[in-house]
């Protein structure tokens, strides 16, 4: 027996294999560089894209809308190797039942994985349509052609269209990796601004976010956290609050509290009784604050070597130069606190969360509630942001814990404002030291660099990292937690961006993984980007100077990157960098710069800026910023990102820093930790060096390191004072004192 594509393709209905990449495999971005990775672990061409009756084309994606715009930038894609219009296209949300499994959306490699492995199904879906086409319609393949989805002949409209040959039904065949893609010349959709698809509904008040989530005899439910991490449970008085108006069930399992109420309001105030009606045993063992960076050196680390390149010239170093630099814990500060929906059911469990991994928290849950993975599914749904791992994984997770008890009904999990900040995993803390010997004639020929950290990654990597969850650790039997995580180069954890770009005899690189972690850490935005490239870009200033050297011209005459050269000579040029004013003016202007990662993409800052003599405050003026990260899928997108991270960046470096005592986090609210003001916020101009016959780069993260130098660097130019450690508050600040 016989038969066409056409035949097979309608008889196969709805059929749709799925082929799904381990929850806990992470990919590295020498990998996402070298292949495309969502492809080779999702290669069913139907787990990407589906021709839907109505005329339109639903894209499936694992990376999920943190407010960054990939779904946007994604829809892109599609639509042009598709060659429909954008308007067409559908961008689902990642669901575990039905969507790639693409891990975490994570280390700006969106578009470099999910975007390629797109663009190719795309161009596999169309190429399959006009062999469909040309069967339908008696002719070559090569005498067509599409617009809009509409089939021509001839230059002519046929009345075929992608919606006749395949509304409804399924591929069933596989995405080849080589598949042909669009010549970069021919793109019309691709590297054009278009509006934002998640815009809309937040600007006019739709259902636009996971706390807008209403469902059917939905109940709500509170936490009642420990004072600390490490507090445990003595004795609480639960039945009093048991009694009250509209409470529905009080848990308590270990030191996990939580109510169950009627309505949200009526949750609060139990929670609010709950809280000052329990004892805990309250620990004094974190370390001092003003000495953090002494204690990671002190404390038991592991030490990984990164890089240890011996000299490859007999030049000798004549002088020497070292400096120490930390930077402090730091809050993702997302502005919604985190929130979850679960509904336990006899079909099994389902999640609604703003988790950046859907599959990896779908086998933590399953081992946290001792369900079968296959009997939870995990469902995104947009928050206002979160900059990494913030709560969002811990509150799905207690959601899912509260229903498992209370099951039949939706229950709708918000944290408060004090639990995100209180609760949520920070930034790790670091500690670096650099050392350079100079040659006669200044430049840098010996490099030896030294960073103290603990892990900046603690993520629910699936079942193995289920131990990391709140709930997992405070429930009356706990799930061990994993050994602190070092990521390996070339993305690093704590290491990122440790390796400088710039070129020097001999160079040594070590991380010393701290052991202990005295406050919970994980993942925020850029990792150990932003404390490195601000101590490397830092140090750069300082020896520069000690050699009366232009730091622009110091940096070039350590560099062979032709990108990074010119990204830094455009920058010096939009700069207007002769026209610098004295150091010690008051007025101070200041260079940052790194290529993210040392693989995605090259960012330059300049940062001019005006420090008050009086109260040591700093006001930023203007920044100047330049991008190249290849082919720019979406201009306007793409200065988002980077006037997105400037911003966060210049708070971070400027204000952002958690406080503790000896037993607990004291920064609850936005009084006590601070954040920069829309009055705060400088102009921001930048420049895209667009390479559209280069791959797209990550660009989410560039930003962070090369801005906190800048500031440091330009605070330095304006004061004639260097200062090592973050933030750069008018006390360290103040010129008089």
Known sequence: MTTTRREFLRNSGALVVYFSLPASAVLSVASALAQDPGLSGNAALDTWISIEA???????????????????????????????????????????????????????????????????????????????????????????????????????????????????????????QDIKTKPVGEYTIVGKSVKRLDIPGKVYGDAAFLQDLRLDGMVHARVVRPPADRARLVAADIASIEAMDGVLKVICDGSFMAIIAKREFQAVKAAEQLRAKSRWLLPEDLPDEAGLPAWLRSEKAKTYPIVHKEASTTRQAVTSLSASYSKPYIAHAAISPSAAVALKSDDGLTVWTHAQGMYPLRGAIARVVGLAESQVRCIHMEAAGCFGHNGGDDAACDAAAIAMQFPGRPVRLQWSRADEFQWEPYGSAMSIEVKAGLDQKGHIVEWDYDLWSCTHSSRPRGAPGAGNLLYAQHRKNPIEQPPPASIPQPAGGADRNAV??????????????????????????????????????????????????????????????????????????????????????????????????????????????????????????????????????????????????????????????????????????????????????????????????????????????????????????????????????????????
């Open 500 to 737: 400088p770009l710039y070129v020097f005899s001999r160079t040594r690189v070590d991380k010393h993984l701290v052991q202990r972690m005295p406050l919970k850490v994980s993942a925020l935005r850029g990792l150990g980007a932003y404390g490195n490239v601000f101590a490397i870009e830092s140090f750069m200033d300082e020896a520069a100077l000690s050699v009366n050297a232009d730091p622009f011209a110091y940096r070039l005459a350590h560099l062979k990157d032709v990108r990074a050269i010119d990204v830094l000579n455009k920058l010096r040029e939009l700069s207007n960098w002769s026209d610098r004013p004295k150091t010690g003016s008051g007025d101070g202007w200041g260079v940052g710069f790194a290529r993210f990662k040392n693989l995605t993409a090259w960012v330059g800052i300049v940062m001019k800026l005006r420090v008050d003599p009086e109260t040591g405050k700093v006001r930023l003026d203007k920044v100047i910023a330049v991008v190249d990260s290849g082919l720019i899928v979406n201009p306007d997108g793409t200065r988002a990102q980077l006037e997105g991270g400037i911003i966060q960046s210049a708070s971070w470096t400027l204000k952002e820093q958690v406080r503790f005592t000896n037993s607990a986090i004291q920064s609850g609210d936005w009084i006590s930790y601070p954040i920069l003001g829309f009055a705060e916020v400088p102009d921001i101009q930048i420049e895209i060096i667009d390479r559209p016959d280069q791959p797209p780069l990550g660009l989410g993260e560039a930003a962070q390191g090369p801005t906190a130098a800048a500031i440091a660097n330009a605070v330095f130019h304006a004061t004639g004072r260097r200062i090592r450690d973050l933030p750069l508050t008018p006390e360290r600040v103040t010129m008089t004192g």
């Open 54 to 176: 109505g005329g339109t084309v639903r894209i499936s994606s694992g990376k999920v809308e943190l407010g960054q715009g990939i779904r946007t930038a994604l829809a892109q894609i599609a639509a042009e190797e598709l060659d429909i219009d954008l308007s067409r296209i559908s961008m689902a949300t990642v669901d575990t039942v039905r969507s790639p499994d693409e891990s975490y959306t994570f280390s700006s490699i969106s578009i470099m994985q999910s975007g390629t492995a797109i663009r190719k199904a795309a161009a596999e879906a169309r190429r399959i349509l006009l062999e469909l086409a040309a069967e339908s319609l008696g002719s070559p393949v090569e005498s067509l052609t599409v617009q809009d989805g509409r089939i021509y002949r001839a230059a002519k409209v046929t009345q075929v269209d992608y919606w006749s040959l395949l509304a409804g039904q399924s591929f069933n065949t596989a995405v080849p």
